[in-house]
């Protein structure tokens, strides 16, 4: 085949050019190449859109019957965790409140068993110094009137015996708000009634205190407290006992302030036997009250 028959051969002829034309096709693909077939965006978003709104078949708004049953499941998820705590909270003070009242009752018993104890020593030094007054208004200088004299002294100011109530209980109930605790009327009544008797006791010991201090420094005035070291603050015989440079303004001073001591001592032994009194009636109301052996 010549060349100019293989050229003829490969132009499409006018015939063929015209008929693609007209049925609108194209040529086929350029050997060696490769076509990509064009996504539209508008129609792909459009498509997105169509499929995630068939996704959710049940959207829309709310009715007023949802919104009420959603408040109400709340409002009942939030009172029942109300009424939990309140219920923990009131277990909890009924606690506290039952502990108070055990811490009471100990108070009282041990305020009781000091009372117990002081009464009658008190009691006796009244009666010393009852003696050491008459000895002091009736001194007529002998070694036996100077004698009593330290004898009675001695036994009058040795030692206050005093009772001071324990408060641990009281303290916390009244500093750190734990008496709204004690719900029980009768109870509250009772605790102030002894805390009361409690501070008039306290308030007889300051002027105890006060006239103990007195008699001892009038008794400074007439006696060598040297001999009460010399005979180990025992003396026994006549010799032992002598006063320095007494007068009757010394022993009158003596006598008066022994006697208001005296009547300092009858005043602080009611205070005391009140005080044991109020304890008795409040551990058995406490006791009572609470149902506690």
């Known amino acids: 085949m ?14 063929e050019q015209q008929a693609n034309t007209e049925t609108g096709s194209s040529p086929g693909p ?3 190449t490769e076509q990509h077939s064009i996504i539209n965006p508008q129609l792909s978003t459009e498509e997105t859109m169509e499929v995630h709104h068939h996704t959710h078949p049940g959207h829309g708004k709310k009715t007023w019957k949802e919104y009420f049953w959603e408040f109400l499941m709340l409002f009942l998820a939030v009172f029942c965790g109300f009424l939990a705590e309140y219920k923990l909270e009131q277990t909890f003070e009924k606690h506290r409140e039952k502990e108070f009242i055990t811490t009471m009752i100990e108070d009282a018993i041990t305020d009781t068993a000091s009372i117990h104890t002081a009464i009658p020593l008190n009691l006796a030094r009244i009666n010393y110094a009852d003696s050491l007054a008459v000895a002091c208004f009736g001194y007529k200088g002998t070694p036996n009137d100077n004698l009593r004299l330290y004898q009675f002294q001695r036994k009058c100011i040795y030692y206050p015996d005093l009772v001071y109530p324990s408060d641990r209980t009281l303290f916390q109930l009244k500093n750190s708000g734990g008496m709204r605790l ?10 102030v009634a002894y805390d009361n008797s409690g501070k008039r006791l ?5 002027y105890y205190e006060m006239y103990l201090t007195n008699v001892a420094q009038s008794s400074a005035r007439l006696m060598s407290f040297l001999n009460f070291i010399k005979f ?5 015989k006549p010799e032992e006992a002598k006063l320095v440079n ?8 003596f006598g008066n302030n022994t006697i208001m001591f005296k009547g300092v001592l009858m005043q602080y032994v009611e205070r005391l036997k009140e005080m044991e009194e109020e304890a008795v009636v409040l551990i058995h109301t ?6 506690l052996k």
Do not use: M, W
């Open 2 to 15: 010549s060349e100019e028959e293989k050229e003829n051969k490969q132009e499409p002829q006018p015939d």
């Open 30 to 32: 350029i050997p060696g």
């Open 182 to 191: 004690i719900r029980n009327k009768k109870a509250v009544e009772d605790i």
């Open 202 to 206: 306290i308030n007889q010991q300051a």
């Open 232 to 236: 180990d603050n025992n003396l026994q």
């Open 246 to 253: 007494p007068n009757e303004e010394k022993l009158l001073e």
């Open 286 to 291: 406490l006791k009572k009250e609470y149902h």
